[in-house]
């Protein structure tokens, strides 16, 4: 059984940075596609953002309301996904959780990530 741990979130003003990390307890180097999702309160968990490594090169995607302020990256060597959030806005809270994309994997906790003045 993978276990993902996320960490990295906690209470930022609007406009603030946050930088998300996620350690897989196995590797993910065979996973082309790792992504970063979140759940907001009453809606549904929505995909952020997901990145494909296919031979040496990595190919990131995004959703459009993070387009411009959120960078994904991934480090096999470490078993780790990053999500780099820059200006937050008050609809980037949520919580966060990473996994394959598609979603192959059990979820974790997600870590809280929190838009506010």
């Known amino acids: 059984q993978v276990q993902l741990v996320e960490s990295g979130g906690g209470l930022v003003q609007p406009g603030g940075s946050l930088r998300l990390s996620c350690a897989a307890s196995?590797?993910?180097?065979?996973?082309?596609?790792m992504g970063w999702y979140r759940r907001a309160p009453g809606k549904q968990r929505e995909l952020v953002a997901h990145i494909a490594s296919i031979t040496s090169s990595d190919f990131t995607n995004y959703a459009d309301s993070v387009k411009g302020r959120f960078t994904i990256s991934r480090d096999n060597a470490k078993n780790t996904v990053y999500l780099q959030m820059n200006s937050l806005k008050p609809e980037d809270a949520a919580v966060y959780y990473c996994?394959?994309?598609?979603?192959?994997?059990?979820w974790g906790q997600g870590t809280q990530v929190t838009v506010s003045s």
């Open positions: 996994n394959t994309y598609p979603a192959h994997w059990a």
């Open positions: 196995r590797s993910i180097s065979s996973f082309n596609a």
